[in-house]
């Protein structure tokens, strides 16, 4: 079991820039791989990074390729998403989540934080 706790949502203005950052509990952070997903109002929870379990490969949705960056610290058990040119569209609660089996199904999931970006 592992608990994950989002933090680092706000409001911000289109072009500007957020850092979120996930906390997991437990040991056994530095072997799972580590996701965001989003969720804006009225919409269906979507990908939007990954993280392999050294941090050696990042993945991507399309839609903020470029823009955000996932990176992690697995001596501080902690997550980021590097969010940069935001745009209004960006607007969701985000989520972090943890795949312990590696397999592309996660398990455990933080609470999410809100980002809300005005234009």
């Known amino acids: 079991q592992v608990q994950l706790v989002e933090s680092g949502g706000g409001l911000v203005q289109a072009g500007g820039s957020l850092r979120l950052s996930c906390a997991a509990s437990?040991?056994?952070?530095?072997?799972?791989?580590m996701g965001w997903f989003r969720q804006a109002p009225g919409k269906e929870r979507k990908f939007v990074a990954s993280i392999t379990r050294s941090g050696g490969s990042t993945y991507y949705a399309d839609s903020v390729k470029g823009r955000f960056t996932i990176s992690r610290d697995n001596a501080e058990n902690t997550v980021y998403l590097q969010m940069n040119s935001l745009k209004p569209e960006d607007t969701a609660v985000y989520y972090c989540a943890a795949d312990p089996a590696n397999r592309g199904e996660y398990e455990f999931w933080g609470q999410g934080t809100q980002v809300t970006v005005s234009s």
């Open positions: 437990g040991r056994a952070f530095s072997r799972y791989t």
